[in-house]
């Protein structure tokens, strides 16, 4: 037996490599909501405007959502008691996935437990040996996990460059069974769109299946929030139309909508659903308010958009770069990672909530104060952070 060394102590291993990450500054040092998630929230016991929330509409706050939750869990119990395959599907279950095929315009629905499970679970099924899957480059690490679990080839295209997917497909055209191009929807550093529209009728020509992430585009774009489908007037056209209740919905769970073939396809074969508890009442509950209010209260997409346009305009004037940005997420770009960690820690003196993201999530000089606009926000609210970034941005060199 070989003598045990430091290196095989999980302590002694997982402390160095922690301190590793701290030496380089690339750990999470976690901050803490005191309150719900909030436009004015208490983080840290400070009272700050929440300015990086992916809870877009403030649904998480929607009284009528908050009410369906507790009458579901009053109803069906705190756990639905086992995977969706076996004794785990519940009426509200079924109601949720019948809501967003309605909603989505699409034949049928699926739900998963996150978003992040639908991608690593479905992903891996859709392709294998003797095929190939195409991603954006810029796709998200959800994406990229449920790619590198397929056992199919993989290419990139450049990011939201329809000419570089063109060359990937005749190449791959000659060579592979079937052909999968994936991408989000709207991308989560940039806040650009993807130009699905495009990427469907190009996906047509060479017979391949398409596949986007809506996360940051449902409940955000297209009518009423209905998602880059809509958006593009292309509702079930896109083979899998994949999103999240996380983020404008202010609920949890992942998503799927398209055709009845999908849906039968995906829960006889993806392993994080077939294998993975289902939603609690209390989410599914949560989860079918919050389609319903989408789908009667149009104010709170209208509202995100007046405040995005609005902050994106007044950053501009100021002489922020706001970068290519279309979509309620906003990165106002710093530069250097170190100035842009200080602004953001300067704006929450100043009581604003804001993240910078650095490298390794963005390229050295591409730091940014990555802003995700809430409808909740009023007029002003947004005049008293511009006051703040408009200070600051002078202080740092920046405006
Ligand atoms: N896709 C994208 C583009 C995301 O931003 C996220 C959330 N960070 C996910 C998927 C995962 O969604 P969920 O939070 O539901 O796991």
């Known amino acids: 037996m070989t003598q045990i060394t430091t290196k095989r102590n999980p302590n002694a291993f997982l402390r160095e490599d922690y301190q590793d990450l701290v030496s380089k500054a690339l750990n999470w040092n976690l901050h803490r909501l005191d309150s719900g998630s909030l436009p004015h929230s208490t983080v840290d016991g400070k009272k700050v405007i929440?300015?990086?929330?992916?809870?877009?509409?403030?649904?998480?706050?929607?009284?009528?959502?908050?009410?369906?939750?507790?009458?579901?869990?009053?109803?069906?119990?705190?756990?639905?008691?086992?995977?969706?395959?076996?004794?785990?599907?519940?009426?509200?279950?079924?109601?949720?996935?019948?809501?967003?095929?309605?909603?989505?315009?699409?034949?049928?629905?699926?739900?998963?437990?996150?978003?992040?499970?639908?991608?690593?679970?479905?992903?891996?099924?859709?392709?294998?040996?003797?095929?190939?899957?195409?991603?954006?480059?810029?796709?998200?690490?959800?994406?990229?996990?449920?790619?590198?679990?397929?056992?199919?080839?993989?290419?990139?295209?450049?990011?939201?460059?329809?000419?570089?997917?063109?060359?990937?497909?005749?190449?791959?055209?000659?060579?592979?069974?079937?052909?999968?191009i994936i991408s989000d929807g709207v991308f989560s550093m940039d806040g650009d769109i993807a130009?699905?529209?495009?990427?469907?009728?190009?996906?047509?020509?060479?017979?391949?299946?398409?596949?986007?992430?809506?996360?940051?585009?449902?409940?955000?774009?297209?009518?009423?929030?209905?998602?880059?489908?809509?958006?593009?007037?292309?509702?079930?056209?896109i083979d899998v139309e994949m999103g999240t209740f996380s983020k404008a919905y202010g609920v949890v769970g992942g998503l799927i909508a398209g055709s009845r073939d999908l849906v039968n396809f995906a829960y006889n074969k993806s392993r994080t659903w077939l294998l993975s508890g289902s939603h609690p009442p209390a989410v599914a509950g949560a989860q079918l308010a919050a389609i319903q209010v989408l789908e009667t209260e149009p104010q709170h997409v209208r509202n995100l958009w007046e405040n995005t346009r609005y902050f994106k305009k007044e950053l501009s004037s100021l002489g922020f770069n706001t970068g290519n940005s279309e979509t309620p997420i906003i990165p106002v770009m710093i530069g250097d990672s170190a100035k842009a960690k200080d602004f953001s820690n300067g704006l929450f003196d100043e009581g604003i909530f804001a993240l910078p993201i650095?490298?390794?999530?963005?390229?050295?000089?591409?730091?940014?104060?990555?802003?995700?606009?809430?409808?909740?926000?009023?007029r002003k609210d947004l005049d008293f952070a511009l006051g703040k970034f408009e200070m600051l941005g002078k202080k740092f060199a920046i405006i």
């Open 358 to 378: 650095v490298f390794p999530m963005v390229a050295r000089d591409k730091a940014r104060i990555r802003i995700m606009m809430n409808a909740g926000l009023t």
């Open 195 to 237: 130009p699905m529209d495009k990427i469907v009728k190009l996906a047509n020509e060479y017979g391949a299946m398409t596949y986007v992430d809506d996360a940051h585009g449902e409940g955000v774009i297209g009518p009423d929030g209905r998602g880059i489908g809509a958006h593009y007037h292309i509702e079930g056209k």
């Open 50 to 180: 929440m300015l990086c929330s992916n809870n877009y509409l403030n649904l998480s706050n929607h009284p009528k959502i908050i009410k369906a939750a507790i009458q579901a869990a009053k109803q069906y119990g705190a756990g639905s008691g086992s995977v969706r395959p076996i004794a785990g599907t519940m009426k509200i279950h079924f109601d949720v996935e019948e809501a967003v095929a309605r909603f989505k315009h699409t034949e049928a629905a699926l739900i998963y437990q996150t978003g992040f499970a639908t991608n690593s679970g479905l992903i891996p099924q859709l392709v294998g040996e003797g095929d190939i899957a195409i991603s954006d480059e810029l796709n998200h690490g959800s994406i990229i996990d449920g790619v590198r679990l397929t056992k199919a080839d993989r290419a990139i295209f450049k990011h939201r460059d329809v000419g570089d997917l063109e060359k990937v497909l005749r190449e791959a055209d000659k060579k592979y069974r079937r052909i999968i």
